[in-house]
């Protein structure tokens, strides 16, 4: 199995909105992107300097399943709004 996360640092414009939009985007991915086989998105409470604001965990079965993924039309269309809205990310991808 491979496990993908995702850190997100938002702008600072609409910053709590753009979040919880992001959230609800991702989550409606489920269901939609036949390889996604489970995502938890969670928003940062802490609010420390060093904390993103938004995680994404998210399992595939091989590579090949994540490849499928990144490349999904509906995927795309989430990662058009991140690129709006975000300053920053970082990615993990490891097999479990």
Not at 3 to 11: A, G, R
Not at 69 to 85: C, G, N, R
């Amino acid at each position: 199995m491979i496990v993908h996360i995702v850190m997100f640092k938002f702008k600072e414009q609409n910053r709590e909105a753009n979040t919880l939009e992001m959230k609800k985007k991702l989550e409606a991915l489920v269901g939609v992107v036949p390889t996604l086989k489970s995502m938890e998105v969670g928003i940062d409470f802490s609010k420390s300097p060093r904390a993103y604001d938004l995680s994404l965990y998210s399992t595939f079965d091989d590579k090949d399943a994540l490849q499928a993924y990144a490349i999904h039309e509906e995927h795309l269309k989430v990662v058009e709004f991140v690129k709006e809205m975000t300053i920053e990310s970082k990615v993990v991808d490891y097999i479990k």
